[in-house]
């Protein structure tokens, strides 16, 4: 656990083909089902203190017991820290994620131990920044709001892979 922003809840996994990458995790590593959506529903984003409209990510989420994996391919140009990390010759993991309840006390924190936001947004479940002080590539700190809507839904994409027996390993909408 991060003495600064609470249990490692995600892995943020940047890829090139989320499609390819979710029949990976689904066939090679037993890892699922997969809850798609081609375009993350944002209210909000700004990247390096500038806002950008119209991101398109599409994001797949499963669980590995309580570990969350999130895959993320950008389908835009819009700057990101998602592309930074392809265009810096990466691909895997990018952040680790936490998702706490008092998000603003532990932002403010954050900023005061010298992290600085690299990009944030809001969304219909949520606040979420990414803080840059990476040292390592896939060590950059996502940190997201444990809202209601938000929880909901983590809890039932855990809830799915607890005895998931491999069919129907690709879900093309968020649990309800």
Known sequence: ???????????????????????????????????????????????????????????????????QLELIQQRCDTPSMYREFLAAGHEGMQHWS?????YDAIYQRALANGYTVGQEGDSPRGRFVYFRQEGHPGTVIEMADATPARMRIFDAVRAAAVDWDGSDPIRRQWPT
């Open 1 to 67: 656990m991060s003495r600064l922003f609470g249990s490692l809840r995600q892995v943020g996994i940047v890829v090139r083909d989320i499609e390819s990458a979710m029949l990976h995790w689904a066939e090679v590593c037993g890892v699922g089902p997969w809850f798609y959506t081609d375009k993350l529903a944002l209210t909000a984003f700004t990247c390096a203190g500038k806002r950008y409209d119209g991101l398109h990510a599409s994001i797949a989420l499963a669980n590995s017991g309580d570990v």
């Open 98 to 102: 936490s998702w706490p309840t008092d």
